[in-house]
């Protein structure tokens, strides 16, 4: 199974996105705007397709996440 590279500001986005449930909160966490939340997560999507891991819903990010060791499901 191929990893994306993701850097490690995208993995950081992703992971509080996956844990709080809120873009609005991400932003604020991490002092960015709305508009470049979406960007990382928009990035991060393209990135897993391009290895053949499509990851469309969030659903499917938790399990990507999951698989590429990123996040434990103890910790969601």
């Not at 992703?14 to 449930?21: A, F, H, I, V």
């Not at 928009?42 to 990010?61: D, E, N």
Request: glycine share 4%; proline share 4%.
């Amino acid at each position: 199974m191929r990893k994306p590279s993701l850097s490690p500001r995208e993995v950081e986005v992703l992971l509080r996105w996956l844990r709080c449930d809120s873009k609005n909160t991400v932003a604020a966490d991490l002092f960015l705007s709305i508009g470049t939340v979406n960007t990382h997560l928009a990035r991060i999507r393209a990135k897993y397709s391009q290895v053949g891991r499509s990851a469309p819903t969030k659903a499917a990010l938790v399990a990507r996440a999951v698989q590429d060791g990123l996040i434990s499901l103890d910790e969601l």
